[in-house]
């Protein structure tokens, strides 16, 4: 049974070695690879590959490689398909942590404007303007 990650927590800050907690606690790391997670959100959000794509301001070609696993998507490249399933502030924050990537940041300044961008509920073209308003560049010209 997985531990709860307050025990996990307590584990490794406990641990004199390395291998005394990775060999211990294995099972309880989250593997996600976005291709599955992508998939979970499909069947999640009743959506349909070829308009998330079309929302995220993708490439069929990219969004595809993405949803099929050919390619794994940079965090910008994620929020933008996050921004094409119409995720909020929270599911787009578990998107990025489950599939190894760092949730947004309300110090950051550009984290901090899709956050807001979220909460308003623009879209990825207006979330892009908000930032490139700002000098932050865009989503969708990011890696």
Do not use: C
């Not at 998330?52 to 069929?60: D, F, R």
């Not at 502030?89 to 110090?107: Q, S």
């Amino acid at each position: 049974m997985a531990q709860k990650t307050s025990e996990l927590l307590n584990e490794i800050m406990h641990a004199k070695e390395a291998d005394q907690f990775m060999t211990n606690v294995e099972t309880n790391f989250a593997h996600f690879e976005p291709a599955e997670y992508l998939a979970e959100l499909l069947h999640i959000k009743g959506q349909t590959k070829s308009v998330v794509i079309h929302q995220a301001n993708l490439t069929p070609t990219t969004g595809y490689q993405y949803f099929d696993g050919k390619r794994r998507p940079s965090r910008s490249r994620l929020l933008a398909l996050g921004f094409g399933f119409h995720l909020s502030l929270d599911e787009t924050n578990t998107m990025l942590k489950r599939t190894g990537y760092a949730p947004l940041y309300a110090k950051d300044e550009w984290d901090a404007l899709v956050i807001f961008a979220l909460v308003q509920r623009f879209n990825l073209n207006q979330t892009d303007e908000l930032l490139f308003q700002y000098g932050l560049g865009t989503i969708t010209a990011a890696n």
